[in-house]
């Protein structure tokens, strides 16, 4: 599953991401932007808009989110801990289905 990220909202998610200061295995590998650390699975947001996933605190690997339920909450949870609700309401779904996230 993989969000479309419109080219107006790069900025704003390079802004994200140029205040990020904890230097771990996804940042590095695929230059994403932190939606949540700490408590649970790190998850994170690529510029190709896959949502990584890494449950570290069980040891294992990264992956790629292919529930969109588990995608969208990652959004969600993202938004609310960055503090940036364009992040929430600026993201659609890819290739199939180009319906948009909306609030409740």
Same mark, same amino acid.
């Given at each position: 599953?993989?969000?479309?990220?419109?080219?107006?909202?790069?900025?704003?998610?390079?802004?994200?991401?140029?205040?990020?200061?904890?230097?771990?295995?996804?940042?590095?590998?695929?230059?994403?932007?932190?939606?949540?650390?700490?408590?649970?699975? /790190?998850?994170?947001?690529?510029?190709?808009?896959?949502?990584?996933?890494?449950?570290?605190?069980?040891?294992?690997?990264?992956?790629?989110?292919?529930?969109?339920?588990? /995608?969208?909450?990652?959004?969600?949870?993202?938004?609310?801990?960055?503090?940036?609700?364009?992040? /929430?309401?600026?993201?659609?779904? /890819?290739?199939?289905?180009?319906?948009?996230?909306?609030?409740?």
């Amino acid at each position: 599953m993989r969000f479309e990220i419109p080219s107006t909202l790069i900025a704003e998610l390079r802004r994200l991401q140029s205040t990020q200061s904890y230097p771990d295995e996804v940042l590095q590998s695929e230059g994403a932007v932190v939606l949540s650390l700490g408590l649970g699975p /790190a998850m994170y947001l690529t510029f190709d808009g896959r949502i990584i996933v890494h449950p570290y605190m069980e040891n294992l690997p990264p992956y790629e989110v292919s529930d969109s339920k588990e /995608a969208c909450c990652a959004i969600v949870v993202g938004a609310k801990n960055r503090k940036s609700l364009l992040v /929430a309401f600026s993201l659609t779904f /890819a290739p199939k289905k180009r319906s948009r996230l909306r609030t409740v």
